[in-house]
């Protein structure tokens, strides 16, 4: 961060000096302020009320499940011609979200971009939670839950389940200790603070055997290193994976050799809006100004449009091609699209999820905080309803007539217990990031530290 | 699998020489506890038994029992199937009228949920200016199944002699090989079937005659194997009255539909003979030949027809 304006060396400085709209460069601060900006705070009321919607939310949801494990798959509104329905576009937006642990902690360090150092965090627990309720939510799909373990005691090694399901624990696990590898200094930090919070028996249970040597700095630099190299890899396979579980049937709207690339560019672009949406929040109820930047959101607008840029280029060969033939089983299914029962969405898709937050994005003033935080929750949901458009349409849409079957089957709509579920396994991964922001600094603390030291030296 | 085919001789010999007495044989309980301190005292009478072996024994009649369920065949010989024998199915599209006899007597002895239809009858038409007709469809017993290849657990597979099965006590229910059958013949038990009684959710589940049908897991036509091993025609075959369904083996060369007998190349090279969406690579089991010449008029069948 290049510093035009004159700054306070005085390390002890109470007031350290502030820009006219009010941010503080984080240059001025002192070891001992950061340390206490930056410890997990208590709940306020607002965290509290967020809190119990939350876990409101996932209640609701599990009775839905409750009821589905009672009655069977019948209390969904999925029947022989929609086989899936939310359950799996629901699964496909957790996987794609979850990749954006890999872009910020890895792509971006492995390029040696340093801005970002502050949101790895962020990421990185954003790609926890996401997998881990992919993971449950393709569970929930299951018509028999209980035979889960067949997977191991039969798997066969050509379906693209199976495939997924191998690339889909390895990330988790990868996920998992890039997520606590540089948690390791900060435990430390953490342990050291003088006033006792609750959580200090699992800070000492998870982080005492950190000492803080060279030796250790050492290794866990070097392992960081392994696993953001060893995760770009996996981070592919797991979306192209999950896009295959589609691309390697024959369906119209489906049967494409351009779904994997089509996959991975939206789930950047959906993972770097939900990394914005975090970032503001955090950023307000945290108080992390200082911390969090104008330039963060201006440098991560920057990257979500060239992402939304990206994706744009594989809608319009996803759309485009097929459309301009017109082959006879995919007629039906792109007209639903185009002009059909499904266009509103379709359109408000694109257009909200793609085409706005790119206009947007592409002014500066589009790149602000508050600007940036409608955007992330436009490119977010509208993702969402993105994967619905992916699963939904093309099921209705088969090579033979839909007939012989109860009315019922030629539809869909998901039922309030999809939807409860749905939403439940959501509410979940919010809750999962919340709990995690309470115990943990959600912002590295040794590492901002070091950027901090690194960065007095330079002057 | 070597030891269940043995352990199965053996239990069939024991069956047959020593008279051991079968209760209710669930999938799970062993059959040779069963029964096994029930003394039973020999009668005088004997009768003469083919052994396993191809031997010829006697056996006193005392120690015959009829058993309420014999478990047909082991579930290894099911995934393996009939040894020498490649099933066909030709369907003559000119004798249809949407009768739907095929599909009644096909639920019916299947027990299929009643929202749910294994065989289906879909009018056709394919353009403008074509004239529709009517389209009876099973599986397909593709050869190159996509419904086989996806599926994680092998709870569907292919067998030697073509078919193409499920086996209901394995299948997690994902539902992936719905997604990729291109026929949408594959239909989903959502809640317990309507149409399973108690007595016969009991029973243990066989893949070749695919009862009973269970909650949570993919069911479809199956080929009646289990008629096959009878020497009987499937179902659908037998219960169409305008003789429709010609099922037969393609080592043998011969189809039939009970009334009448072809021999399968010889139809198929007369009735120019064609495979459904072929292009697609899957190599269906299943032939159709197509609706020239036909039977009934078109608008006969609407009458049936519910949608
Ligand atoms: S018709 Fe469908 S279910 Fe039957 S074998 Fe072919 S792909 Fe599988
Ligand atoms: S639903 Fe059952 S048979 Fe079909 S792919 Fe899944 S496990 Fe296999």
Redesign the interface.
Known sequence: MENSISINNDKKAANAPTFANGRRKPDALTDEQIISDLLPRKFGKLGMIWMGILVVICMVGVFAYFRQLK????V?N????A??GIYISNFVFFVAISLVGSLITAVLRLTGVHWSTPLTRIAEIIAVSAITFAAIIIIV?????E??Y??F????L?????WD?TVITTYFFISLLLLYIPLLPDMKILLATKEKTKFYKLYRFMGSFWKGTHLQFRISKKAINILCIAIVPVAFSIHTVTSW??A????PGWDSTNFGPYFISGAFLVGSGAVTVAMYVFRKYYNLKNYITYEHFDKMGKVTVMLALLYMYFNVNEFLVPAFKMKKPEEGFLDSLFIGSFAPLFWSAILGGMIIPIIVLLFKKGRHPFPMFIVGIMIVVGAWFKRYLIVTPT?LH????M?????S?KHYFPSWEEWAIAMGSLAGALLVITIFARIFPIIPIQETLIEQHEKEHHK | MDINNASRKEFLATLVTGGLVLAGCSSKKSPFEAGADEMVKASGEKVKLLSVDGEVIEVDKAFLKPVPQLPAITNSEERRGIPGKKFVMVIDLSRCKNLRKCQAACNHMHHVHSDLNWLKVYPMNEGEHTAPYWQPTTCMHCDEPPCVKVCPVDATFKRQDGIVLIDSDRCIGCRFCMAACPYSIRVFNWEKPDTVSEELCGQPYSCETSVPQKKGTVGKCDFCPDMARKNELPHCVSACPNGTFFYGDLNEDSVTNGAETFRFSDLIKDKAGYQLMDDLGTKPSVYYLPPAARNFPFEKGMEIDKG
């Open positions: 009655y069977g798959l019948v969904t999925m029947r022989d011609y086989s899936w799909d299951m018509g028999r839950p035979r889960f067949n997977l005691l039969f798997g066969r050509q379906s693209p389940i199976i399901v579980l589609f390697t049937t024959y369906r099921l088969p090579f033979l007539p007939h012989n079957v109860p009315e089957y």
